[in-house]
């Protein structure tokens, strides 16, 4: 990583806002996205937490709340959270590069991600939302709120594509030639695997978007019922982009908490993970079809859609168990470890959720519940949040000079960890028990388990503001970096540098 | 069916099939609990024993490739043996036996219309108990979906398509009906006036029950549905069943829609400045096809669905009905 002088000079120029308009450094363009990306967390939290307060009353708008709550979590937190974040920093170091391979493409995608950011803050607050399901009901919206919508997610899809090129480009052009593919780190592979299913995918969401704008536009009828079309199509599409682009999301998660197990317990981690990274993200593709088991479509897909979810399961497996053996060694207790092992909880609660979902007699009463909700919130929330936080607290004494307040943080980490069980495992309850996801009445809203999840939201919005509050305190007035061994992101996992330099000595 | 009990399991199974999707889950559950404490102890096993101490050093696990490809195989014999159970259940509830009763049901915003095969309807879904029930559904108006909690059961519903499913009831009781497909909602009335938070319709209120009756029972309330001969009481029934209620008022409110109060004779303005006396063309007419003449102050096209499904008999009644509204 940078040296002293760069490390004085980074934090320089993160105070003069205006170089930042016109930078193409990887790791400050990596902080302006982590900037958006918790302003995004933190607008969606708090639309989370304040929609059971009003469901009694409003029951519409409590509902758009959590619609809300949903578009700019996915599109603005969960998706970019660790590729254009974390992918910045480290990818460049990881693979042995000097820079990322097109600094201004990386420009690019940040503008892009801000105007996104305004346009989904615009349109959600004129009050269009677009729940999965209802392209009748995007269609009817009258308004421009509609188009400003649809233009965001383009927007965004865009910027996460951008990224992914360059991610692409930096690892097949700018390894030194000494360095072979199986010498990559693992976590290089995992940003790999997510930059395939943003680029992917990218196309599936215009061509949805396009579609709507069509509709909405010219009357194409492909969509529309009243001109004969179908509205199924419309979240076919989208679930053909939403699943590889979350499983792509926890792809870039899971090679986090790889690379930061690794680091902190003194060494690699053992056997050849990175390729199955790769394998999973080409997997993810096959997945959609779990998401419309209710939906017309024909037994055949069922079969593949199924079967191809449950064979999703055997990497899983293979993954948590190099993650326990890699725990055989000398293992440091810092923050940055324990919200890694606490991903490790959580993933054992969310694959074999996942698994109850993609099975078609189970899925669709599961699917409908607030299960799927609780599911989802212990990979995004659970998973890629704490594998962001896990990067985060790994990186930052590189990456900003200074060091965090270990007992601030751990205390931190310990209120997200019981807030993010209290918030998402009554989802899981409730939903086991039929109670429907989208039908957040005036007469269920504040009852058993309902207040326990709210009395969670409201502990994990104080808690996540907690952990990004310390990580900003150290960055301007946290304890310099003395020497090396102080600071926790001393991988010993070997980047492709440092093989480099072993190679040619 | 008490969902905010503090336990955690599923609502009582109504039907076989229902019985067989909670087997499987009770197995994956199970196996899940067995695999996450073994995870957990494992993970608090390995941070304890290997802490880091001074003099410490990471052993080397070796190279084991039986072990990794062991590992990697080993689950696959259990993933299948799930996808076949899951996949079997699947079409057991997807194929419905023959001499199942076929009943219609259609979902508009907001509500459930069942029509049973003799042609009685109603907004609530009376079945018998131990005989194969297959609904044919369809949306009037956007995507809506079925989800009966307590047979295991979604199914959605297409505007311009049909889909279907069934079940066998296997014990007397109540069931809730859910749609979980957003369907939007309506908080203000055609000229963006605030309406009262009870007469806010919407996905939320698009609730509905199954009544799983004995035979006798059953065919007691079929033949209570027969017609009325009152066609004033066969219209006011008619108001609730086919959906009048969501959007028109019988008291002279105005919510989305005209209200029925004193509307028979009355002369209305039209959005194109035309003025029409209501009477039982007009009412005809605006059954049929809505779009056709839209009374001032209201959006255009308009957004109730066509009832051209309706029998003469009843579009009579409703009308009979309306004229007792003054």
């Known amino acids: ?334 923050t940055p470890m324990l919200y890694a092992l606490a991903f490790i909880a959580h993933f054992a609660v969310a694959a074999p959720t996942g698994l109850m979902l993609a099975l078609p007699n189970l899925g669709p009463y599961l699917g409908a519940s607030t299960f799927a909700i609780g599911h989802l919130h212990y990979l995004a929330a659970g998973g890629v949040v704490f594998a962001l936080l896990a990067g985060l607290h790994h990186v930052w004494p590189t990456l900003t000079g200074r060091l965090y307040d270990e007992r601030h943080s751990k205390v931190a980490f310990i209120a997200l960890l019981a807030g993010t069980e209290l918030a998402f495992f009554p989802m899981l309850i409730l939903g086991s028990r039929g109670v429907p996801r989208s039908a957040l009445g005036a007469s269920r809203a504040m009852e058993g388990w309902q207040i326990v999840s709210s009395l969670g939201v409201v502990l994990t919005v104080v808690a996540l503001l907690a952990a990004f509050g310390i990580l900003l305190a150290a960055m301007v007035r946290g304890e310099r970096v003395t020497h090396r061994s102080a600071v926790s992101g001393n991988s010993p996992e070997p980047s492709a540098s440092e093989l480099v330099a072993g190679l040619r000595p | 069916m008490s969902i905010f009990a503090p336990s955690f399991q599923l609502p009582e199974a109504m039907s076989a099939s229902a019985a067989n999707v909670d087997a499987l889950y009770s197995f994956i559950f199970w196996l899940s609990v067995v695999l996450f404490v073994g995870i957990m102890v494992a993970t608090v096993y390995f941070v304890w024993v290997y802490r880091k101490r001074p003099g410490h050093k990471a052993e080397p696990t070796g190279h084991n490739l039986f072990l990794q490809i062991g590992l990697a195989v080993a689950p696959i014999p259990l993933l299948v043996g799930m996808f076949h159970w899951g996949f079997k259940g699947y079409m057991d509830m997807s194929i419905a036996p023959a001499g199942a009763m076929e009943v219609r049901v259609r979902g508009f915003q907001w509500g459930w219309e069942f029509e049973y095969p003799g042609g009685e309807t109603d907004s609530v879904l009376h079945v018998p108990v131990n005989r194969p029930v297959k609904l044919i559904m369809s949306s009037s108006d956007v995507l809506h979906s079925f989800y009966v909690p307590q047979l295991r059961v979604k199914r959605d519903l297409v505007p311009g398509m049909f889909t279907s499913l069934w079940f066998q009831p296997d014990k007397t009781g109540k069931m809730d009906v859910f749609c979980t497909e957003y369907c939007g909602g309506k908080s203000k009335d055609q000229n963006g006036n605030e309406l009262a938070p009870s007469e806010y319709k919407g996905h939320w209120s698009m609730l509905s029950q199954i009544v799983v009756d004995t035979q006798e029972d059953f065919d007691k309330y079929i033949q209570g549905k027969g017609t009325p001969k009152d066609p004033v009481e066969f219209g006011k029934a008619l108001y609730t069943q086919k959906g009048c209620n969501a959007c028109h008022s019988v008291d002279g409110s105005v919510g989305v829609a005209p209200s029925w109060k004193g509307l028979w004779a009355r002369s209305e303005p039209m959005l194109d400045g035309s003025m029409v006396t209501v009477d039982g063309n007009y009412l005809r007419e605006s059954i049929v096809l809505p779009s056709a003449k839209i009374v001032k102050g209201y959006g255009s096209p308009s957004i109730m669905p066509s009832y051209q499904g309706l029998k003469d008999k009843e579009i009579d009644a409703i009308i009979e009905y309306m004229k007792t509204l003054k």
Not at chain 1, 69 to 91: D, K, R
Not at chain 1, 147 to 165: E, F
Not at chain 1, 166 to 180: E, G, Q, Y
Not at chain 1, 295 to 318: D, K, N, R, W
Request: hydrophobic share 55%.
């Open chain 1, 1 to 334: 990583m940078a040296s002293s002088s760069n490390v004085r000079s980074l934090r320089d120029r993160t105070r003069d806002a205006l170089s930042w308009l016109a930078c193409t450094d990887h790791r400050q363009l990596g902080l302006a996205h982590l900037t958006l990306i918790v302003a995004a967390m933190f607008v969606a939290s708090m639309d989370a937490a304040f929609s059971p307060l009003i469901a009694g009353s409003r029951p519409d708008t409590a509902v758009d709340l959590l619609r809300v709550h949903g578009v700019v979590m996915v599109l603005l937190c969960v998706v970019p959270a660790v590729p254009s974040t974390l992918g910045n920093f480290l990818l460049p170091s990881l693979v042995g590069a000097k820079a990322m391979a097109f600094p201004w493409v990386g420009r690019a995608a940040l503008a892009l991600h801000f105007a996104g950011f305004a346009l989904v803050l615009a349109a959600t607050q004129s009050g269009a939302t677009t729940h999965a399901g209802n392209a009748t009901m995007v269609l009817g919206h009258a308004g421009v709120s509609v188009s400003w919508l649809v233009a965001a997610m383009t927007v965004l899809v865009l910027s996460s594509a951008l990224d992914a090129v360059n991610v692409l480009v930096t690892m097949h052009t700018r390894r030194p030639l000494s360095v072979p593919w199986r010498a990559l780190p693992t976590l290089s592979w995992a940003l790999y695997g997510a930059s395939l299913t943003s680029l992917l995918t990218a196309p599936v969401l215009c061509v949805g978007v396009l579609l709507v704008v069509g509709e909405r536009t010219i009357g194409l009828g492909v969509l529309d019922p009243q001109l004969g079309g179908n509205p199924s199509l419309l979240p076919y599409l989208l679930w053909l982009y939403l699943h590889p682009a979350l499983a792509g999301a926890f792809i870039a998660a899971m090679g986090v908490v790889s690379h930061v197990l690794a680091a902190h317990s003194s060494r690699p981690v053992h056997g050849s993970m990175g390729p199955v990274f790769v394998l999973l993200a080409i997997a993810s593709a096959f997945g959609w079809g779990q998401h419309v088991y209710a939906a017309a479509i024909s037994g055949l897909v069922v079969v593949e859609m199924s079967f191809g979810a449950l064979l999703f399961q055997v990497p899983l497996v293979f993954l948590m168990t190099r993650w326990l053996a890699a725990l055989r060694a000398p293992i440091a207790l810092r």
